[in-house]
């Protein structure tokens, strides 16, 4: 009895085994198969075909990274973070459109400004150069300025905005955008580069308090920031917000939910003056709304596109 106990024992547990190591082995088969597709998706993503290179602009050249196939879409970045702010974005958007994005003069690749020049003809040379007929235009910030400016100037050549954080010229600042909400005093800095890493990791504003992962992210961007620039730039031909009812192409107004409220105010404006514009706020991010809410934004960026026509 004992005995058949025994080799009943002793069967069951060689079952179980076998049992397990079926199970081990299909496991192994499923992390390998899952494996393969993620190193499919990072070779995917990795094999994005970029063409880089120079547009030449008086006194100057400005570096450009263009890729994907279809509509066309210009991303400009704000004024302290060079095209590297849309590292979330160009790789997704190139998916689906034809998509450049460039360092102002005195950002990042492009050369520093020897002359007065016009960020409205430097971008008009982009066009030119780029064969860009009409795209729409991202702008964050000044660069969101720079889109309005463009679109007034040149409306031909502009399909649709998404101003991102963005300011409107004419508008103007209180005392409390200019102090920072009194944290900021420029003349306790003595370089650009302190500058740029207090609003980076101090400011109040310019990043979400709680969001650590991006003021990393944009630290290690820092010496590719916003070099020192003393030379002026021509004025645009209109003060954009006495004209922003001649904008008639869409235009969609993101500003981060703790960003401060000058531009929060500047974002209204530019609401009230657009008849066909929308405005959303993004939650827990302050002005770096593309670093900061990846998801968010491109999924608010993503939903605005789908409504153009093919």
Known sequence: MEQNTYYQSYRLTAKTENHMRKKAIISCLLILAVTNLLSQKSENANSLSVDTG????????????LAGNGKNIVLLHDGMVNREIWDEQFPLLARTYRVVRYDRRGYGKSSDPQVKYSHIDDLNQLFIQLKIDKAII????SGGRLA???????PEKVNGLVLVGAVVSGFGYTSHMNTRGGHFNPQNFSDPAEINEYFIMDDPYEIYSENTVAKEKVMKLLPNLARDN??????AGKVAVRFLSEIKVPALILVGEYDIPDVHAHAGVINAGIANSKREIIPRSGHLIPIEQPALFNEAVMNFLSKFPN
């Open 230 to 235: 003393r030379v002026p730039t021509q004025p």
């Open 138 to 141: 991202f702008g964050m910030s």
């Open 148 to 154: 309005i400016d463009f679109a007034l100037t040149y």
């Open 54 to 65: 120079y547009v030449l602009v008086d006194g100057g050249k400005l570096f450009y990274e």
